[in-house]
T-cell receptor, first 113, second 112 residues
Framework: DGGITQSPKYLFRKEGQNVTLSCEQNLNHDAMYWYRQDPGQGLRLIYYSQIVNDFQKGDIAEGYSVSREKKESFPLTVTSAQKNPTAFYLC????????????FGDGTRLSIL | GQQLNQSPQSMFIQEGEDVSMNCTSSSIFNTWLWYKQEPGEGPVLLIALYKAGELTSNGRLTAQFGITRKDSFLNISASIPSDVGIYFCAGHGSSNTGKLIFGQGTTLQVKP
């Protein structure tokens, strides 16, 4: 089945530590996205990528970094510079960047130890 | 920036009742999308709307793209317990960057 796989489901971060969240898709989509979701709020865009080796900052990129070395993969690193990382992180993809629906993975919940 | 106002924030209804929720924007949107999210999972696309005035159904769900292009509504008929979840509207604005703008969500609870 085609879809988006995020791992791990739960992740814990210690102070001063970087952690990386995985996102893989087998939908052959060019565009991929990372969102952050906090309780009672809508989704906020962290980074997005239109194509391999390209990515753009979203609305809340500070303290995060991404790479897009392969079409299928778009990992997100939460760096120690992100002072409030506890949230639910969602990865999505779409055929292209534009007026296309985005399809989501099942998310990674990140907590601070 | 463009923002979406989604209402109501939450609903607690009896099984069998119809449900209506809506989203409004201060600016024009090119697409409207409705998603459902269950606890601990990612949002699942329910309905996508691409033209002003478009009315689309998916089973017991019906959504419309407002004529002004600044609003959309979602109706659920004859609600059942598995309709429980958070419903999000989302849309692509006129800037066409591909960035989706999300509403804050409507939490639906259904009493059997």
């Amino acid at each position: 089945d085609g879809g988006i796989t995020q791992s791990p489901k739960y992740l814990f971060r210690k102070e001063g530590q970087n952690v990386t969240l995985s996102c893989e898709q087998n939908l052959n989509h060019d565009a991929m996205y990372w969102y952050r979701q906090d309780p009672g709020q809508g989704l906020r865009l962290i980074y997005y990528s239109q194509i391999v080796n390209d990515f753009q900052k979203g609305d809340i990129a500070e303290g995060y970094s991404v790479s897009r070395e392969k079409k299928e993969s778009f990992p997100l690193t939460v760096t120690s510079a992100q002072k409030n990382p506890t949230a639910f992180y969602l990865c999505a993809s779409s055929i292209i960047v534009g007026n296309q629906p985005q399809h989501f993975g099942d998310g990674t919940r990140l907590s601070i130890l | 920036g463009q923002q979406l106002n989604q209402s109501p924030q939450s609903m607690f209804i009896q099984e069998g009742e119809d449900v209506s929720m809506n989203c409004t924007s201060s600016s024009i949107f090119n697409t409207w999308l409705w998603y459902k999210q269950e606890p601990g999972e990612g949002p699942v696309l329910l309905i996508a709307l691409y033209k002003a005035g478009e009315l689309t159904s998916n089973g017991r769900l019906t959504a419309q793209f407002g004529i002004t292009r600044k609003d959309s509504f979602l109706n659920i008929s004859a609600s059942i317990p598995s309709d429980v979840g958070i419903y999000f509207c989302a849309g692509h604005g006129s800037s066409n960057t591909g960035k989706l703008i999300f509403g804050q969500g409507t939490t639906l609870q259904v009493k059997p």
